[in-house]
């Protein structure tokens, strides 16, 4: 952020540092008053690049700008990604498939066990969201 030059926009009053520019999109991010952390935005380049609009804000999430970023430049698509309710639900449908699926090849396996890890490093609150889930849900009893 320190090294990062200004973002000239008319109209824009904060003092927001250009981080990336890409494909029409903007990722801009300041650091709050009082050291209270960072905000950070996105936005669509307007009037020949001399303002910006339709903006995105993340409180001290620098993760989901970029990730907003690189979807709105145009660097990945949005049906690339997963939202982290579909990857809490594709490991609790993993660890169904290794407790009551039939035997799994080892290539199977690994692969398995590389998704669930990579889950587990996405969605930080995994354990929590899976908790939660199993709460909510009616226990039957055969």
Not at 48 to 76: M, N, P
């Amino acid at each position: 952020m320190e090294n990062a030059s200004p973002l000239r926009a008319s109209g824009l009053h904060e003092d927001f540092r250009l981080l990336a520019d890409f494909g029409g999109a903007v990722l801009a991010g300041r650091e709050r008053e009082n050291g209270r952390g960072y905000q950070f935005v996105t936005w669509v380049w307007v009037y020949e690049r001399q303002g910006v609009c339709h903006g995105h804000y993340f409180e001290d999430d620098f993760q989901s700008a970029k990730q907003d970023f690189a979807v709105r430049s145009g660097l990945i698509s949005k049906a690339q990604l997963f939202s982290t309710e579909q990857l809490t639900e594709l490991y609790r449908a993993t660890d169904f498939l290794l407790e009551e699926g039939p035997e799994l090849e080892e290539k199977q396996l690994k692969a398995i066990q590389e998704a669930r890890t990579k889950i587990e490093y996405t969605v930080l609150d995994l354990q929590t969201r899976l908790e939660q889930t199993q709460i909510q849900e009616p226990q039957m009893n055969l």
